[in-house]
């Protein structure tokens, strides 16, 4: 099993389309929990850190579920902008302490 | 505030050379984090340096080697080059603590034919 599994999609939506992305994390013991997005043949920019009570800036909203051990993030009023990959982001806080990418989900918004 | 930056962008090397790629952190940040990301897969962390010191390595050989300087650059060092070391190169840096977020910087894009 991957550490951190996400849907590869391709999402394809329309203009103004709310979509979700889900990805689930196998180390319970996980502590930090990160989006990025990555536009083709860039660097990872940070999107926005996951809290456990959940955080919302701006159309992107963000969730986290330790119980089910589960990562989601929501936008809303899609933009052709947004188009991207993102990539759900653990990081481990035993003695490695490394973040562990997922292999991203991507999205694709249409006119 | 500049952010992370790489050096160089592109470095087109042959099979059994060594490439050496550098890399200077945030102002302030003391952390730098390397990943090795290949064409079409997701990021592979291979170092991290802090204060100086190697703190966790990824499941790369010991080929994959580097250090960080006293100003908290540091430079990863890739001898006996193989074709699949073709990849992007990215360096990250944090403030230090490894639950704060990383930062990027845009990579060097490494080519050995």
């Known amino acids: 099993r991957k550490e951190v599994e996400q849907d590869p999609g391709p999402f394809n939506v329309p203009e103004g389309a709310t979509v979700a992305f889900n990805c689930t994390y196998s180390?319970?013991?996980?502590?930090?929990f990160f989006w990025y997005r990555q536009d083709c043949r860039k660097e990872p920019k940070l999107l926005m850190s996951?809290?456990?009570s959940g955080n919302e800036d701006g159309r992107f909203t963000a969730q986290l579920n330790r119980a089910s051990q589960y990562i989601s993030l929501l936008i809303r009023d899609s933009k052709l902008s947004d188009s991207a990959t993102y990539l759900c982001v653990v990081n481990e806080m035993d003695s490695s302490y490394k973040l562990i990418f997922g292999s991203g989900t991507r999205l694709l918004v249409r006119p | 505030e500049a952010g992370v930056t790489q050096s160089p962008t592109h470095l087109i090397k042959t099979r059994g050379q060594q490439a050496t790629l550098r890399c200077s952190p945030i102002s302030g940040h003391t952390s730098v984090y390397w990943y090795q990301q290949a064409l079409g897969l997701g990021l592979q962390f291979l170092l991290w340096?802090?204060?100086?010191?190697?703190?966790n390595r990824g499941n790369f050989p010991p080929r994959f080697s580097g250090r960080q300087f006293p100003n908290y650059s540091s430079e990863l060092n890739v001898n006996a080059l193989e074709l699949e070391d073709s990849a992007l190169y990215l360096c990250a840096s944090t403030r230090g603590q490894p639950h704060y977020e990383q930062y990027f910087g845009p990579g060097t894009r490494l080519t050995v034919t």
């Open positions: 340096y802090d204060e100086g010191e190697e703190r």
């Open positions: 996951v809290y456990s």
């Open positions: 180390n319970s013991a996980s502590q930090s």
